[in-house]
């Protein structure tokens, strides 16, 4: 079968750490990934596991204490990471958009909802009204939201879900071809996060958008993706499709992760948390960072980093188990 | 349930008095609204649903923490509203409450044994200062803080959140508490440390026989702790319980069309199952105002399937099946 697969973003050994006084703390360390134009990439880690690093840094807008010490993250075969700010004021917003985390109070209070979009598009050299009003009347529409009275509303009338869903439309204003969410339904209720969800996946079928869906939580994941990455310690450790990862992990850590999920199928017996805790990241040990925890951990996955293998098409393991043909 | 039960609450009724503007008139947000509850010794009774519907209201006022409107609850038989003074510390001694906010809970300048000992010492459990360590390092042990002296003198910034929240439970069972009031106890945990948490509050009920009040607003940690405890599931809504029942009934075969909206909403880490299931649509995805609430079953303006008598005459709860109970009009002798 032929592989129609476009790389709209490549991430390579991408690294990014904090400074904190004297530590260094090694959010991503070493991170390889590849998204590919028109899918919904999942991306899911506990907290601490670099997802949200790894969004901003596609952004470039890391706080000031983050550095990238390495690696490239190409964007349509443009370098975000050595890009001059021009560069970026033509991609961030018009190409690639984010919904950051907890973003449901980054509404400012004092302005209608319509001064939002008008400010947005004024921001990006939009000076025609018209079109930006009506652009946001669209969006609205799609995501059934009723325009007139929304766009006429302060944030304070509007309710959690009403606010994400506002927010999503925003993000999507100048029609970027990537929109990054980092838990957009973690604040919400279950009814209003099923909602939010079936209206993400309406909005993607219709327009082909590119997602990367950023959170702790797998179930949201194995609801709407279609690949996955799961993170660990400012590592991928596994990615792959979603049924693939789901059904057949071949990280150990995406094996006891998936058993560490209090859930509504499944044989409560066989649930269970992973014992210990993450590694320091300040001072991370050799070898692999899930080693200390792994119930299949060798000798050399103490001593030596795993190497990051594509064990079948598309899908990448981070694992000395699968490593047979690789030098020792 | 054999015996008298540790709790009985009875038609009780929490309302918050609010106030539009400096001369508006007061009116009632209704939190709690007639709950009728029992928690058997060494129960496990699980309080679930959306936010503002009065889960953690009902706790506090459980634990003693905020005064009802009206209504009684019984403690070992007493009532904690006529409680002389000594009956009042024995109730405040026996239950115990366990935050969502493992790092706001904790005092950010005391270390781990001054937090625990404090307590101790305050209902004289343990007096000398070796008495305090050996009574402080046996209750991080059971806790699996292990070995506790690595733990005693920690501040709360040197532990992890799970770490922090055994430290929490550690306290909260110093006291060999009758009742454990939980609320949101994993919410801020690590997804790869949740059912921990959850074993060990188990494995409590086993070793010491408490009961617990467990609030939650996730289904999967609901049925995991209640149905591994044996307990029982208590769906509510704008300040009522539409639904009681054990766990595994509660989950697989829900009986309120709320709960079934809520199950058939809740994604699940399985994306064959989780994208095949049938969300249940509601006629409406607001939640009316706890200070109005709509008349006869207050979720006939949300519900897919009301008749006419459901906006008129409020249902009681009835058992459907062993120990299941629903308030709907939809089933017999509702």
New interface residues.
């Given amino acids: 079968m032929a592989d129609n697969t476009q790389n709209i973003i490549e991430i390579k050994n991408l690294s990014v750490q904090y400074r904190a006084g004297k530590k260094r703390i090694k959010a991503v360390n070493n991170v390889s990934l590849e998204i590919h134009r028109g899918e919904i990439m999942g991306i899911v880690g ?3 596991s670099g997802k949200s690093t790894l969004a901003l840094a596609i952004m470039r807008i890391l706080p000031k204490n983050a550095d990238i010490v390495n690696g490239s993250i190409l964007f349509n075969g443009i370098d975000m990471v050595k890009a001059d700010d021009e560069t970026l004021r033509e991609i961030l917003w018009k190409r690639i958009s984010i919904i950051p985390q907890a973003a449901l109070n980054a509404l400012n209070p004092i302005l209608k909802i319509k001064d939002h979009f008008l400010e947005t598009a004024k921001a990006h050299g939009i000076e025609d009204e018209k079109w930006t009003l009506e652009r946001a009347s669209k969006l609205m529409k799609l995501l059934n939201l009723e325009p007139e009275r929304v766009l006429n509303s302060y944030p304070h009338e509007l ?1 959690g ?1 009403m606010k994400q869903r506002v927010l999503i439309a925003l993000a999507m204003l100048l029609e970027p071809e990537v929109l990054i969410l980092d838990e957009p339904t973690t604040a919400l ?7 939010i ?2 209206l993400l996946k309406e909005l993607h079928e219709k327009t082909n958008i590119t997602m990367i869906f950023i959170t ?5 994941i ?2 709407l993706a279609d690949r996955v990455a799961v993170m660990y310690a400012g590592k991928i450790m596994e990615v792959g499709d ?2 693939t990862v ?2 057949e992990p071949f990280h150990p850590y995406s094996v ?3 058993k ?7 044989d ?1 017996n066989e ?5 210990g ?2 590694p320091d990241l300040s001072n991370p040990p050799p070898g692999c960072l899930f080693a200390p925890r792994c119930t299949k951990a060798m000798d050399i996955c103490r001593e030596k980093e795993p190497p990051y293998l594509e064990i079948k098409k598309h899908h990448f393991v981070s694992c000395w188990l699968y490593s047979r043909g690789e030098k020792r | 349930m054999n015996g008298e039960p540790l709790v009985r609450v009875e038609n009780l009724k929490v309302y918050f008095p609010v106030r539009k503007g400096v001369f508006g008139k007061v009116q009632y947000v209704k939190a709690v609204d007639g709950v009728d509850l029992d928690i058997g010794k060494g129960q496990i009774v699980t309080l679930i649903g959306e936010s503002g519907c009065g889960k953690t209201t009902l706790g506090k006022t459980i634990a003693g923490l905020i005064k009802p409107t009206s209504g009684k609850i019984l403690f070992d038989g007493n009532d904690i509203s006529k409680m002389k003074k000594d009956e009042y510390l024995h109730y405040r001694k026996n239950v115990q409450i366990i935050h969502q906010d493992p790092y706001s809970s904790l005092n950010p300048t005391k270390t781990v044994f001054y937090t625990i000992s404090v307590f101790l010492k305050r209902w004289g459990i343990a007096h000398t200062r070796s008495q305090l360590i050996d009574k402080v390092s046996e209750l991080l042990e059971i806790v699996g803080l292990h070995p506790a002296e690595d733990f005693l003198f920690k501040y709360p910034h040197q532990l992890s959140g799970g770490q922090r929240q055994r430290v929490v439970i550690a306290r909260a069972i110093s006291l060999n508490p009758k009742l454990i009031v939980a609320d949101e106890p994993i919410t801020m945990i690590d997804v790869s440390l949740r059912i921990g948490i959850l074993d060990l509050l188990l494995d409590l009920q086993k070793k010491f026989g408490s009961s617990y009040l467990f609030i939650t607003h996730d289904f999967g940690a609901a049925r995991y702790f209640t149905a591994k405890g044996g307990g029982l599931i208590a769906v509510m809504y704008l300040g009522n319980i539409v639904e009681i029942g054990p766990a595994e009934k509660v989950i697989q075969n829900p009986l309120h069309p709320y709960t079934k909206v809520l199950l058939s909403a809740v994604p699940v880490p399985d994306p064959e199952v989780s994208r095949k299931k049938k969300p249940i649509k509601l006629k409406s995805l607001d939640i009316p105002s706890p200070i109005n609430p709509p008349s006869g079953c207050k979720f006939h303006t949300r519900c897919p399937y009301s008749l006419d008598r459901c906006s008129k005459d409020v249902p009681k709860l009835v058992e459907v099946e062993k120990n299941h109970w629903v308030a709907c009009w939809l089933y017999k002798g509702g």
């Avoid at chain 1, 209720?189 to 909602?195: E, K």
């Avoid at chain 1, 560490?260 to 499944?266: A, C, M």
């Avoid at chain 1, 649930?271 to 014992?275: D, L, V």
């Fill in positions: 506990e907290s601490g309710s879900g209720d279950v009814l209003t996060q099923r909602f969800l079936d702790h939580d797998i179930a949201v194995a609801d979603v049924f789901f059904k006891a992760l998936m560490s999920i209090p859930s509504l199928v499944g409560i649930m269970k948390s992973i014992p805790t993450l």
